[in-house]
C-alpha cells in the first residue's frame, strides 16, 4: 500500500517522462545535427541535470516514509538550487553562442541542444514541486 493516491503517483510518473523525453531530444539533435564536439555549457548543464536526478532518486525513495520529511525537504532544496544554477548557465552560454559563433546554423543548433537539456532541469523542478505539495498535503 503506497502513502500516495494515484493522481499524484500518475502526475509524478508524466513529470518523470517529461524528462526522459527532453534527454532523449537534446540527444538526438546532437545526433541529427551531427554534433562532433562537447561544449562546456552542455557539459556542465547535464552535469546539473546528473545531480538534479541523483537528488530526485532518493526523494523519491524518501516518498514511503512520509513521518520523516526531512530527506524530502533535502531533495526540494537541492532540486531547486540546481535548476538555478542551470539557469545561470543557460544564460551566458545562449550569450556567447550569439556574440561568438559566426555559422547561424551552429547558433540554432546549440542554442536548441542546451534550451532542451535546461527544461529537463526545469522538468525535475516540478517533480520536486510535486514532491513539496505532497509533503505538505502529508504533513
Known amino acids: ?3 500516495l493516491d494515484r493522481n499524484e503517483i500518475s ?3 508524466k513529470r518523470l517522462d517529461d524528462i526522459i523525453d527532453l534527454v ?3 540527444a538526438m539533435r546532437v545526433y541529427h545535427y551531427e554534433i562532433k564536439e562537447v561544449r562546456a555549457p552542455l557539459k556542465a548543464l547535464l552535469d546539473v541535470l546528473d ?5 530526485l532518486r532518493e526523494g523519491l525513495a524518501a516518498l514511503h516514509d512520509l513521518r520523516h520529511p526531512e530527506p524530502l525537504r533535502e531533495c526540494i532544496v537541492k532540486v531547486h538550487t540546481l535548476e538555478n544554477e542551470a ?11 550569439f556574440r561568438e ?3 547561424p546554423r551552429l547558433i540554432l543548433k546549440w542554442k536548441e541542444i542546451y534550451e532542451h537539456v535546461e527544461k529537463a532541469t ?3 523542478e516540478d517533480v520536486a514541486d510535486h514532491i513539496e505539495n505532497v ?5
Do not use: F, H
Not at 545531480?51 to 537528488?55: D, L, M, P, T
Not at 539557469?87 to 553562442?97: F, S
Open 1 to 3: 500500500m503506497t502513502p
Open 101 to 103: 559563433e559566426k555559422d
Open 51 to 55: 545531480r538534479q536526478v541523483a537528488a
Open 11 to 13: 502526475t509524478i510518473c
Open 87 to 97: 539557469d545561470d548557465i543557460l544564460r551566458p552560454a545562449i550569450g556567447n553562442l
Open 122 to 124: 526545469d522538468r525535475c
Open 135 to 139: 509533503l505538505l498535503e502529508y504533513s
Open 24 to 26: 532523449e531530444g537534446a
